[in-house]
């Protein structure tokens, strides 16, 4: 999910073969003020040998209900159903912390994709034993195995935690907080067969260092991911994906919060398993 700077560099490649791209929300120049500056969405990339690795993180939920909503009354307001949660209820095994176990079928494939989105986005990617625990449980087996290195190569340089402002390890800066978090918006169905599935995951990015006098403040923006999936030993995995910017809204006229804010939002509201 080179050592190009992925939210705020030039562009690069590992192994010279890569063929797909991350890229990361932009830092305003000013650190945190009172004014909400428009997200950017130019970005920079990193290309890792057949395989993009998302850096961007959070995992959310939607409720599901088993039950049928009751038909719609005699005075004509809307049925229950209309707005009732669609799709099967969520998986409760995890690998590593990740959601793992998702139905055979198309639901299933959505769920799956939209979860390790979020994985593969967060900052856990940024640690050396959090990273490989995330790609041993997303990824195929045989893919793992061919990209652990190039990955660990990628988040490890010290030049590019230097340029996205954290310390050696993936560490924030003394009195700050890293954000790196991917919020699902929705899933689409673009190929599927009984055990390969192309799955598009719509998606907002938080990204940044939280605290007073950050060089790289925390900023939106918007992304589509295609995952490649197979499923295979009675769970989808990823054997590579794509991304594109947006669609991106257009941004409110909403004051920015401020560092404390911020950092305070992201450790208190604890993210959620995503299902279709």
């Given at each position: 999910?080179?050592n190009?700077d992925?939210?705020?560099?030039?562009?690069g490649e590992?192994?010279?073969?890569?063929?797909?791209?991350?890229r990361?929300?932009?830092s305003p120049?000013?650190?945190?003020?009172?004014?909400?500056?428009?997200?950017?969405t130019?970005?920079?990339?990193?290309?890792?040998?057949?395989v993009?690795?998302?850096?961007?993180?959070?995992?959310?939920?939607?409720?599901?209900?088993?039950?049928?909503?009751e038909?719609?009354?005699a005075?004509?307001n809307?049925?229950?159903?209309?707005?009732?949660?669609?799709?099967?209820?969520?998986?409760?095994?995890?690998?590593?912390?990740?959601?793992?176990?998702?139905?055979?079928?198309?639901?299933?494939?959505?769920?799956?994709a939209?979860?390790y989105?979020?994985a593969?986005?967060?900052?856990g990617?940024?640690?050396?034993?959090r990273?490989?625990?995330?790609?041993?449980?997303?990824?195929?087996?045989?893919?793992?195995?061919?990209?652990?290195s190039?990955?660990?190569?990628?988040?490890?340089?010290?030049?590019?935690?230097?340029?996205?402002?954290?310390?050696?390890?993936?560490?924030?800066?003394?009195?700050?907080?890293?954000?790196?978090?991917?919020?699902?918006?929705g899933?689409k169905?673009?190929?599927?067969?009984a055990?390969?599935?192309s799955?598009?995951?719509?998606?907002s990015a938080?990204?940044?260092?939280?605290?007073?006098?950050?060089?790289?403040?925390?900023?939106?923006?918007?992304?589509?991911?295609?995952?490649?999936?197979r499923?295979l030993?009675?769970?989808?995995?990823?054997?590579?994906?794509?991304?594109?910017?947006g669609?991106?809204?257009?941004?409110?006229?909403?004051a920015?919060?401020?560092?404390?804010?911020m950092?305070?939002?992201?450790s208190?509201?604890?993210g959620?398993?995503?299902?279709?």
């Amino acid at each position: 999910m080179s050592n190009d700077d992925q939210y705020g560099g030039g562009h690069g490649e590992v192994g010279g073969t890569g063929q797909t791209r991350t890229r990361l929300p932009d830092s305003p120049a000013d650190p945190y003020g009172p004014a909400r500056r428009t997200p950017r969405t130019a970005r920079s990339l990193v290309t890792v040998v057949g395989v993009v690795v998302l850096l961007i993180a959070a995992i959310a939920f939607a409720n599901q209900s088993p039950d049928t909503p009751e038909d719609k009354p005699a005075d004509n307001n809307p049925a229950a159903s209309s707005t009732a949660a669609t799709g099967t209820t969520p998986v409760t095994g995890k690998t590593s912390g990740i959601p793992r176990g998702f139905a055979h079928d198309e639901q299933g494939a959505q769920s799956a994709a939209a979860n390790y989105a979020v994985a593969l986005g967060s900052d856990g990617m940024f640690d050396t034993t959090r990273r490989r625990a995330i790609v041993q449980a997303v990824y195929l087996p045989d893919v793992a195995a061919a990209r652990q290195s190039d990955l660990d190569k990628v988040y490890g340089d010290p030049e590019f935690l230097a340029r996205i402002g954290l310390e050696a390890g993936g560490k924030a800066p003394k009195g700050m907080t890293f954000i790196s978090r991917t919020n699902p918006v929705g899933t689409k169905v673009e190929k599927y067969s009984a055990d390969t599935a192309s799955v598009s995951v719509w998606y907002s990015a938080l990204f940044g260092i939280a605290g007073e006098g950050s060089k790289n403040p925390v900023s939106e923006g918007w992304y589509t991911n295609t995952f490649e999936l197979r499923w295979l030993n009675g769970d989808w995995q990823v054997s590579n994906f794509t991304q594109k910017d947006g669609p991106a809204p257009v941004g409110r006229d909403q004051a920015a919060a401020s560092a404390e804010d911020m950092a305070a939002a992201v450790s208190q509201f604890g993210g959620l398993t995503y299902a279709r």
